[in-house]
């Protein structure tokens, strides 16, 4: 039907018709690609959160839903909608989850290492959204359902988790990659009392119970939950009672380096690892095997370990039990916020709540995360506004670690988009 000519603009009227239909057509070819040109900042905005997090481009269905869900969503809560939707898809878990969490397996603290099973249980309890305080306390595990691959969970090797990662199982299935007590695998010897997450796991027992006298695990539980290492943490104005026999009072005849160094870190370490005094590491028969040995608990016995060497200070602590003592209430490290948290407790359960529960821990779970997916480490007031406001939304939050990544990818790529 064609427009009486009093409806056509004046302008248009002095057009001749070949000249005003040539118009027309290009009208509505510009006001159709409108939408096109508005969801290009949303498409790009897209593309950079589904890089950050799963670290390869969206597939055409993806970047479709996930440029709705910005268009159609605020401006605050589009972004993180957007990121929780990328999340899903399976290489969030088998690479971006594996080598978050791989570091804190080792003592090398390098990526370069197998699935086990404490990175998959890292891995499960955030995809199921499971509270991440519990991580160091939970009676949890997470591995193949049965008949996923041939080799079934052992406490004797690492073979299952390997075989998961080479045939590439899809660790976003809740059917094929589960979780389940520890105390109720085969073979174990911990009743649920005495799980502590991923401390009683065999990739931890093999990385920080193995040699040394156990202080090494709370080293590195402090390292990688806290994100702090013994020297941040070293305070010599604690008292000394508690520190072990094997520890000279003065090395190299010298007891001044003990009273100004030494005291200030194995007086809040020694009494926070004896929770682990009934735990050791015992290599399997084959010692050239790379591969091989077991995580035992001796419940009630402390393990040798935790007696050697006490000629050299007779009358340092004897451990009696897997009693455990927070000296960190007070001093320097009470600023890292210990609400409600006992002074003192028995296992690596409790130890494990204490530590979970503490406002350090929350905060370093978030700075690991930023430092993951935005590819730095925090640097500016904005950063830290957002570290600590992402953290109280955590807690908040009952300690959701995936919205977590999802809320850290919404502010870097925002930050992206203005650099």
């Known amino acids: 039907m064609m427009a009486s000519p009093d409806r056509i603009p004046a302008p248009l009227r002095r057009l001749g018709g070949l000249e005003r ?39 055409a269905p993806t970047l479709a ?32 989850l594996k080598n978050f969490a791989a570091p804190w397996t080792n003592v090398d603290q390098t990526v370069f290492v197998p699935l086990n099973d404490y990175s998959a249980t890292v891995i499960g309890m955030i995809r199921d959204e499971v509270p991440f305080n519990t991580v160091l306390s939970a009676d949890l595990v997470y591995h193949g359902a049965n008949g996923v691959v041939a080799n079934r969970y052992s406490h004797d090797n690492n073979h299952h988790y390997e075989q998961l990662e080479a045939d590439h199982i899809d660790l976003s299935d809740t059917s094929d990659f589960i979780g389940r007590p520890q105390s109720t695998l085969p073979g174990s010897q911990l009743s ?18 193995s ?17 702090r290492d013994m020297e941040d943490l070293l305070d010599t104005s604690l008292t000394s009672d508690w520190i072990r026999q094997d520890v000279t009072r003065s090395p190299g005849g010298d007891s001044s380096i003990f009273l100004n160094s030494c005291i ?52 340092g602590y004897v451990t009696t039990s897997n009693r455990w003592e ?15 948290a006992p002074k003192e407790g028995f296992g690596a359960k409790g130890l494990g709540v204490a530590v979970g529960n503490s406002d350090a821990f929350a905060t370093c779970q978030v700075e690991k995360v930023f430092k993951q997916i935005c590819f730095r480490e925090d ?12 953290t109280e939304n955590f807690k908040a939050n009952d300690y959701n670690l995936k919205h977590v990544f999802a809320e850290v990818a919404a502010y870097c790529t925002q930050a992206d988009a203005t650099n």
């Open 379 to 390: 640097s500016s007031d904005p950063d830290r506004t957002l570290i600590s406001t992402v």
């Open 192 to 209: 649920g009392g005495n799980t502590a997450g991923v401390i009683t796991t065999r990739a931890a027992g093999e990385a920080y119970f």
């Open 21 to 59: 239909f040539t118009y027309m057509l290009v009208l509505a070819a510009a006001l159709a690609v409108l939408p096109l040109v508005a969801s290009a900042g949303s498409q790009e905005r897209a593309k950079r959160i589904h890089d950050r997090l799963v670290g390869i481009p969206p597939d």
């Open 65 to 96: 839903t996930m440029v709705s869900i910005l268009d159609t969503q605020t401006p605050e809560e589009g972004p993180k909608a957007a990121a929780l939707f990328a999340l899903e898809h399976p290489v969030f878990y088998t690479s971006t």
């Open 326 to 340: 927070n000296r960190w209430l007070e001093g320097k490290n009470s600023v890292m916020g210990w609400p409600a």
């Open 264 to 315: 200030g870190c194995h007086n809040g370490m020694d009494p926070m690892a004896g929770a682990y005094a009934y735990f050791e590491w015992v290599p399997g028969d084959d010692a050239d095997a790379d591969d091989n040995g077991r995580v035992i608990h001796t419940l009630g016995q402390v393990q040798p370990k935790y007696l050697i060497n006490g000629n050299i200070f007779p009358f």
């Open 211 to 227: 040699a040394g006298t156990n202080r090494r695990m709370w080293r590195f539980t402090a390292m990688n939950f806290l994100c």
